[in-house]
């Protein structure tokens, strides 16, 4: 066999693309995709294994996701060919009003928390698509927290770095750093607490959450920290089915959740850049960065005058997602020159993780689950186990503002899963990253379906991450404007976007910039292909 098409394959991609016919399951961690495709095995479908892998990483990758947080889900009906979004994002509590925070709203504890909507979501997923018992699809993760499982190399860097805000509260010190020391890596780390809140939820469902004996102890300690959730916080909250957001993009079809999510700047992004023939740009080239950057730029700001709860704003404008508006829109983008405003040292975060997976029925689901921050407001609700978001980070406090603080509406949210179709194709894609997200998958899907790349070598590609003054979806907005960069994108890539004035800061060679999963199913074939980025814990599994 030559040698030469081996050693070709081998530069463009550090991990193979995983191949099966009968399922697939990409996520931030090798365990939770285990737990996925024991799920499979078992009999369930594509969203019975997504709740089993949701559920998983809440255990696994407890710094990203979980019960005290938030999802948005794609599912894709293999029968039918039809999209559906499910919403699981949790709104403002009751008491939370803007007078109430005229000091600002706290970073981390109980302040920080908005109403968790992800297990409503798993419910909803479960009653409507599933196949198992809730009960079957919780025991991977009720096994793994209560047997515990080896802390990784890269969860216990995070829990080193953020040792300081995790210490500050008993029952989160009690969990994540027993006896007061950070795990190292390879040591079992074990949640009986969390084990126990699942073996409830299993049992009692939506109502053992949100009415019952779980969803009261999250109001009992919420409340004695200061917290507002209380009880008609949580009683009055159920997650929501609706319908998604679509864009035609060369050809394919492509999925995104509506608002709350701000996945619509995604699709902006593509309707921008589909009135540019890419012929005469080449891939990593200055030329096509920084256009892609432009746009970006332009599809944030739209972001920002429009984007808000729905229910109190009301829906998007038609004309945002129509390709006389995209015309419209490039024609601001200069093709020498960044728009560019004064840079100062906030920071932002974006700890959130993405996970896909496919049955042999044709069914896949693409989801995105974050508790917002890294260990969200590092609080863990009593003895749940259940560590809350700070979700609460992302309002505005400025009432004119579409994203205006609120009791009982939903902040608007980074959360951004994907799907997209083509004749026999289905392709569900994302990532974490905050503000990152749309940025990380529009190049990902250009990357895939402008060039042609594999699935896994689009994933490794060195990506680029834009950050504009104003745009950030923390509250107060950030300052800075700058273009950080993966240190393997050429040196004349660098140099033609600084040329072009872009304040390029050049991170490590992988970033790390997001975290991209993905699994694509071709019909005709019956062949799954699936891709994990080495940038994180990420694993991909086909069988």
């Known amino acids: 066999m030559p040698a030469q098409p081996v050693r070709i394959f081998a530069e463009q991609a550090g991990r193979p693309v995983v191949m099966g016919r009968r399922g697939a399951v990409s996520a931030g961690h090798p365990l939770a995709s285990l737990a996925g495709l024991e799920i499979l095995q ?6 019975d294994a997504a709740v089993a892998v949701a559920a998983a990483l809440n255990v696994v990758e407890p710094h990203m996701s979980g019960l005290g947080g938030d999802l948005f889900a794609l599912v894709y009906e293999g029968k039918t060919g039809r999209v559906h979004a499910v919403n699981g994002t949790g709104p403002a509590p ?11 709203i706290p970073e981390r504890g109980p302040l920080s928390a908005s109403v968790p909507g992800a297990f409503s979501a798993w419910v909803t997923l479960v009653e409507r698509w599933g196949r198992l018992d809730l009960d079957v699809i919780l025991e991977p993760a009720i096994r793994l927290a209560s047997e515990g499982f080896p802390v990784s190399h890269n969860l216990a ?6 040792r300081p805000l995790l210490s500050a509260h008993q029952p989160t010190a009690s969990i994540f750093l027993p006896h007061g020391q950070v795990p190292k890596p390879g040591q079992v780390l074990v949640q009986p607490e969390l084990a126990r809140t699942f073996e409830l939820l299993a049992r009692g469902r939506h109502e053992a959450f949100y009415q019952g004996p779980v969803g009261r102890e999250i109001v009992r300690a919420c409340t004695a920290a200061g917290g507002l959730l209380d009880e008609a916080s949580l009683s ?4 929501e089915v609706a319908e998604p957001l679509s864009v035609s993009y060369r050809g394919y079809r492509v999925f995104a959740p509506p608002p709350n999510s701000s996945a619509h700047v995604l699709l902006q992004e593509l309707l921008m850049l589909s009135t540019f023939d890419l012929a005469g740009y080449r891939p990593l080239s200055p030329e096509l960065i920084h256009l892609m950057v432009e746009i970006k730029k332009l599809a944030f700001e739209d972001r920002e005058a429009y984007n808000g709860d729905p229910r109190f704003t009301g829906s998007l404008p038609d004309f945002l997602l129509s390709l006389e508006y995209a015309r419209e829109r490039v024609t601001l983008v200069d093709p020498l020159q960044a728009r560019t405003t004064r840079a100062t040292a906030r920071q932002q975060e974006g700890d959130t993780t993405y996970f896909a997976v496919a049955d042999r029925d044709g069914n896949v689901v693409s989801v995105t689950a974050s508790i917002n921050m890294a260990f969200g407001s590092c609080f863990v609700a009593g003895s749940t186990g259940i560590l809350l978001n700070n979700r609460m980070t992302y309002w505005h406090l400025d009432p004119s503002h579409p994203n205006a603080l609120a009791p009982g509406k939903r902040v608007r949210h980074t959360v951004s899963p994907v799907l997209v179709l083509r004749d026999d194709s289905v392709l569900a894609i994302g990532t974490p990253g905050s503000d990152g997200q749309v940025q990380t998958i529009f190049q990902v899907l250009v990357h895939l379906l402008d060039y042609g790349f594999p699935l896994q070598p689009a994933v490794e590609l060195p990506r680029w991450r834009s950050f504009t003054r104003g745009h950030e979806s923390n509250w107060p907005h950030g300052e800075r404007d700058e273009l950080q960069v993966e240190g393997r994108l050429p040196n004349q890539t660098i ?17 790390p910039i997001g975290s991209c999963q993905a699994i694509q199913f071709e019909r005709a074939e019956g062949v799954f292909q699936a891709a994990a980025d080495p940038r994180s814990d990420a694993y991909a599994i086909a069988w």
């Open 94 to 104: 009751q008491a939370a009003t803007i007078e109430r925070f005229a000091g600002g």
């Open 236 to 239: 009055g909250f159920h997650a």
């Open 157 to 162: 860097a995070y829990l080193e770095a953020y």
């Open 42 to 47: 078992r009999g369930g479908n594509a969203v």
């Open 495 to 511: 140099e033609g976007l600084q040329a072009r004035g872009h304040r390029v800061v050049r991170l490590g060679k992988w970033g």
